[in-house]
């Protein structure tokens, strides 16, 4: 469950903290947990419910109110997980569209609908990695729901705005959280305005001058570990033929880490991966030129 302090918890409700603090005295909601140190915790999912029902109602005291009695507040991976594991498409989809009510897309997709396959995917044993996988019915389930609804996002993502191109090798396999964490990535940087072509790892390295002359990248990002580091190697050295100069960058660890590759990481979400790849970008001094490690 996500967890926020006072101070972020009182700026999405757009009142000062000691206002906050003035609301659990008087009315007991919302309730946060303490930590060991004696600092509040609040319930993201008890916040947001509760700005929505501030908004509806300008009223607190009503608003509380209407939060109580909705009770389970917008969206949560726990409730998207449980819905996912019943088969429902229908209570999915509608669970989706609240979180969109309070949240950005990409907000939604980074603390709602991965989460909620991760937890599924760690009942199923799968790790992201594995070398085969034969998931329960609901984890399959909640895969396929998953990457539909990333697809179906991303066809009407507005269009490009942006000159920087981004070239997305992706090593997962199907049915892994890489490769849902890859699509969530591609979807994020074109909503950034990236130009974005995603590939798959097993491609023929000496046929891919086409695509890298439409594109023109400014980053290579590889995702996903199921690929050999000879297999990205041959790959990147055919994108530094024809577009010398270009970033490398690891999302989520597709490389192997021994500490001595030149290769710097972003993410571990597919938003903090966006704000990073921009960062590398924009930045002409940013250390992550194409790596020798490779």
Known sequence: MSVIRTNAAAAL???????????????????PRRTEGGHRQFDLAEIEALRQAFVETGDVSSAISVARERGEG???????RSALSAFSEQKADRLMEESMAVRSLERTVELVLLPALQ???AGNGEEGHSDALAGTPEYCFAWR???????AAQRVAPPSTRDEGVLIFDASRQLEMDGLYVQALELCARRAGLRVLALPVDLDSTRIGGALRALRPNAVVLGGRCASLETVGRLVYATRQSAEGTLVLDYRGALSH???????????????????????????AAPARVARAL
């Open 13 to 31: 409700l757009g009142v000062s903290p000691n206002t906050l603090r003035s609301w659990e005295r008087r009315f007991g909601y919302p309730t």
């Open 74 to 80: 917008p969206s949560t991976p726990a409730r998207l």
């Open 119 to 121: 937890g599924l995917a």
């Open 145 to 151: 729901y998953a990457t539909g609804w990333l697809a």
């Open 258 to 284: 021994t500490g001595a590759s030149t290769v710097p990481r972003i993410g571990p979400g597919p938003v903090e991966a966006v704000r990073m790849l921009r960062e590398h970008i924009e930045d002409p």
